[in-house]
């Protein structure tokens, strides 16, 4: 069983930086492939990147991350999400989730654990 807490979310202003975190609890961690989504409102759940434990990185897109940066901290238990220049389209509700496999995945069905969510609003 892993637990998930997101933390770093708030009101920002555009072009400013932000980082999330993702505290994870569990014996587990050590298999856990951990990823970021977002879901704004009235859209589905965007898979953002991934990490593996040993630092394999997963991105969406090559305009994601050329903003975004994810990383991890295994002996903290925690990743992070780095989110650079925000504009107002990255406001959402942003996810932690975490699966018990190596590899890393790009959709939320194949994320078994997920965090609560930590709101970013991004105003312009």
């Known amino acids: 069983q892993v637990r998930l807490i997101e933390s770093g979310g708030g009101l920002v202003q555009a072009g400013d930086s932000l980082t999330l975190s993702c505290v994870a609890s569990?014996?587990?961690?050590?298999?856990?492939?951990l990823a970021w989504f977002r879901q704004a409102p009235g859209k589905g759940r965007e898979f953002l990147a991934a990490t593996t434990y040993y630092g394999a990185q997963t991105y969406a897109s090559d305009t994601i991350k050329g903003r975004f940066t994810i990383s991890r901290e295994n002996a903290k238990k925690t990743q992070y999400l780095h989110m650079n220049r925000v504009t107002a389209e990255d406001t959402a509700v942003y996810y932690c989730?975490?699966?018990?496999?190596?590899?890393?995945?790009?959709?939320?069905?194949?994320?078994?654990?997920w965090g609560q969510g930590t709101q970013v609003t991004v105003s312009s």
């Open positions: 989730a975490a699966r018990e496999q190596l590899g890393n995945a790009r959709t939320a069905s194949e994320y078994p654990y």
């Open positions: 569990g014996d587990e961690f050590s298999r856990n492939a």
